[in-house]
């Protein structure tokens, strides 16, 4: 009758594993936590003063008017083209060379 070798590797086995899960389980936790972007988003946004920019004082429009919506509905700036909030109204920039 051979011996069965499945019961000493069971009881080795076990302790072992059991003591890298309590490893695993506590390393991630501390790891992640002060990983949060909190500097990129900064509170700067005075109500209508974004739209305004002061340069040699000279006041400059960054935004432009609708041209449905009229003087005071000012359109978002979407890098090629503005868009109105108000009314959805969009002009494509034509940059110049
Ligand atoms: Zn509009």
Redesign the pocket.
Known sequence: MPEPDEKPETKEAAPQEGEETVGITETPSVEEAPTKPEKTKEKDEGGAYRYYKIEDGKLTRLRPF????GPG?F?ANHGDRHT?G????TRYIQKKP
């Open positions: 609708c041209e449905r919506c509905y359109m109105c108000n009314c959805g109204f």
